[in-house]
């Protein structure tokens, strides 16, 4: 398994998935330009954090239509799996391949701090190595993570249990306190019908390696990338 | 000529940034502001003549590019012309 991991004119992620997948996972990953037409063959498409662009616009808006969002799109309607982590489930969203949008944070703040999130599906590639209703620890940082979509989007969401992960506190419940960005049914993430495109604000990438405090991010990638987590980087 | 493209949220959507002007308007002891959304003004120098297909174009750029429909509502006007759509 090889992952491709999308580089934008401003993404600032990048090298941190890759230096999780390679040296802490011991998997494949190779960087793609923007300005590719070809995913070189990658089992996995990552959309990294960052403010690409400059967040000119609106997050996501130019980077959109980049060249390689041609072939992400093409990859995604065959089945291939897309993870977009902050600026990339914010381009997700801008692409289409993800519903709603991701506004402006409702304190106007840029959110830097480490939250609980409880995984809400296990049924996905991402998350199978999760339990269902998993308290995690993860990182936000951004100021354009408010999820909204319109009532009957949020409908089809819940309905079809396309959210992933919801804000939360340590014991699980969802407060208004534990969803700092403002996020509409407490959503931090969601994943397409076709169960093959996530887009999450939190950072997993950042929780892998052990040494940073947490490893709550590190079963996202072995779950997708169908690997073992090294003993080191269990829990 | 000048294209002139206005991008405002939705109105049901929140917009902090309104709220927070309208809240220093209020403690500046500014009175009968009953609410302040915050858009963009986004201008565009169109090459001339201005035909119906750069019309078209300038449309297709207000509402592909300029906006994000899941959001927000989108106009725009030419100079000397009405403000659509």
């Known amino acids: ?235 | 000529m000048k294209a002139t493209v206005f991008v405002r949220l939705k109105a049901d959507i929140l917009d902090p940034q309104g709220k927070a002007v309208h809240g220093i308007l209020n403690t500046l002891g500014y009175r009968g502001v009953k609410g302040v959304r915050v858009g963009k003004l986004i201008e565009l120098e169109l090459e001339e003549p201005v035909t119906d297909a750069s019309k078209a174009q300038l449309k297709e750029i207000a509402q592909r590019v300029l906006s994000n429909p899941v959001i927000e509502s989108v106009e725009w006007k030419l100079d000397n012309g009405g403000t659509r759509p």
């Open chain 1, 1 to 235: 398994m090889t992952a491709g991991i999308v580089v934008f004119p401003g993404s600032n992620c990048d090298y941190d998935c890759h230096f999780v997948l390679t040296k802490i996972l011991k998997v494949s990953a190779k960087y793609l330009w923007h300005k590719d037409t070809d995913l070189n063959g990658v089992d996995l498409v990552i959309l990294p954090g960052g403010f690409s662009y400059g967040d000119y616009l609106r997050t996501g808006a130019i980077a959109k239509f980049s060249p390689i969002m041609t072939e992400v799109k093409r990859f995604a309607a065959q089945g291939g799996k897309v993870l977009g982590i902050c600026n990339g489930f914010q381009t997700l969203t801008e692409a289409g391949l993800l519903p709603g949008a991701l506004i402006r944070n409702k304190s106007l703040r840029f959110i830097c701090k480490e939250l609980f999130l409880r995984v809400e599906n296990t049924d996905t590639p991402f998350t199978q190595l999760y339990t269902l209703n998993e308290i995690i620890q993860l990182p936000i940082a951004h100021t354009d993570g408010n999820y909204y979509a319109d009532t009957e989007t949020l409908k089809r969401l819940e309905g079809e249990g396309l959210i992933v992960f919801r804000y939360c506190n340590s014991s699980g419940d969802l407060t208004e306190e534990s969803n700092p960005n403002g996020s509409l049914h407490y959503i931090a993430g969601i994943i397409n019908e076709g169960r093959n495109v996530l887009g999450l604000m939190p950072h997993p990438e950042r929780r892998v390696d052990p040494i940073v405090g947490g490893t709550g991010g590190a079963r996202l990638f072995a779950s997708v990338l169908n690997v073992e987590i090294p003993s080191l980087a269990e829990g």
